[in-house]
Each structure stands twice: as C-alpha cells, then as structure tokens.
C-alpha cells in the first residue's frame, strides 16, 4: 500500500509561483513513475507531468511545458512540482499519483496509476 499526501497549494496571482510536494510513503518509492494530475470546477481531471523512477525522463501536457517542472528526491521520498507563471486557468486541485510497477517507463497516457493522493487546491486570481 502506498499513501501519498500533497501540500503546497494556495492563493496566488496570475504570473507568481508555486511549489507543490508529495510525500509518499513506503520503501519502494524510488522505483516508482510519478505524476501530477488537476481537475478544475466542473472538468474532468487531466495529466500535468510525470516524471520516471530515476527522474532522467519527463513528460509534460503542453498547456504548461516551459512553465512546470517536476522532480523528485527518492532519499526524501518526495516528488515535487514547480509552478511558475501561473494563469488563472491553471486553478483547479492538483493530485499526485504513484504507477507502482517497479522501473516502468513514464508511457503517456498508458501509465497505470493506482494510488492517489487527496488532492491540494490551486487558486490563481487574475
């Protein structure tokens, strides 16, 4: 079983900044393909980012590729992403999720995400 828990969201004005974290628990986070999700008022949820269990590969949906980074510590066993220049439309509560396969690829839209955290709002004003 793996539990993840965000924090980091918050208020913010179109153009600032926002760092969200995911700490996971378990010893085999590290062989783990994480992603970062949000769903915003009355949307479906979508893909943000993923980054694989060594952190050399990264993926990112093109609405925020140039403004978003992912990383990760596998000592601190924490996944992070790094919001810059966020708009308004960027508003929504944002969910870290864990593919448990061990050493799997980060595969678009074919990653098997099992667990999910419970979610941190984002609120950017305009």
């Known amino acids: 079983q793996v539990q993840l828990v965000e924090s980091g969201g918050g208020l913010v004005q179109a153009g600032g900044s926002l760092r969200l974290s995911c700490a996971a628990s378990?010893?085999?986070?590290?062989?783990?393909?994480m992603g970062w999700f949000r769903q915003a008022p009355g949307k479906e949820r979508e893909f943000v980012a993923a980054?694989?269990?060594?952190?050399?590969?990264?993926v990112y949906a093109n609405s925020v590729k140039g403004r978003f980074t992912i990383s990760r510590d596998n000592a601190k066993n924490t996944v992070y992403l790094q919001m810059n220049s966020l708009k308004p439309e960027d508003t929504g509560v944002y969910y870290c999720?864990?593919?448990?396969?061990?050493?799997?690829?980060?595969?678009?839209?074919?990653?098997?995400?099992?667990?999910w955290g419970q979610g941190t709002q984002v609120t950017v004003s305009s």
């Open positions: 378990g010893r085999t986070f590290s062989t783990y393909v």
């Open positions: 980054i694989s269990w060594s952190g050399r590969n990264t």
């Open positions: 999720a864990a593919d448990p396969t061990p050493y799997q690829t980060v595969l678009p839209g074919r990653n098997r995400y099992d667990y």
